[in-house]
């Protein structure tokens, strides 16, 4: 059982940053990833990035590379989302995942409560 919390969304101009964490507890394996989603009203959950819990490595979708950042601190169990240059389409409720997902919602088994960032023009 894994459980997530997230925090750090807000109401930001376009242009600003936000910088979003989800502290997890409870038993994560190293084969895991931490995963962030999110979910406009009426649109699917969209992968956004996705890092390795043991070794590091990273996945971006196309749309948010190099405006968003993944990371981790495993000694404080959590993982963050740094996002630049926001745009008013990135208003979104933000979720983060752990389990061995990667890119898709589906296999990750453990789902924070999420976040909404709102971005304004």
């Known amino acids: 059982q894994v459980d997530l919390v997230e925090s750090g969304g807000g109401l930001v101009q376009a242009g600003g940053s936000l910088r979003l964490s989800c502290v997890a507890s409870g038993d994560i394996y190293s084969n895991y990833f931490g995963g962030w989603f999110r979910q406009a009203p009426g649109k699917e959950r969209e992968f956004l990035a996705a890092?390795?819990?043991?070794?590091?490595?990273?996945v971006y979708t196309d749309s948010v590379k190099g405006r968003f950042t993944i990371s981790r601190d495993n000694g404080k169990s959590t993982i963050y989302l740094e996002m630049n240059d926001l745009k008013p389409e990135d208003t979104a409720v933000y979720l983060c995942a752990f389990g061995i997902g990667v890119r898709t919602a589906g296999r990750y088994g453990y789902w924070g409560q999420g976040t909404q960032v709102t971005v304004s023009s």
């Open positions: 890092i390795s819990w043991s070794g590091g490595g990273t």
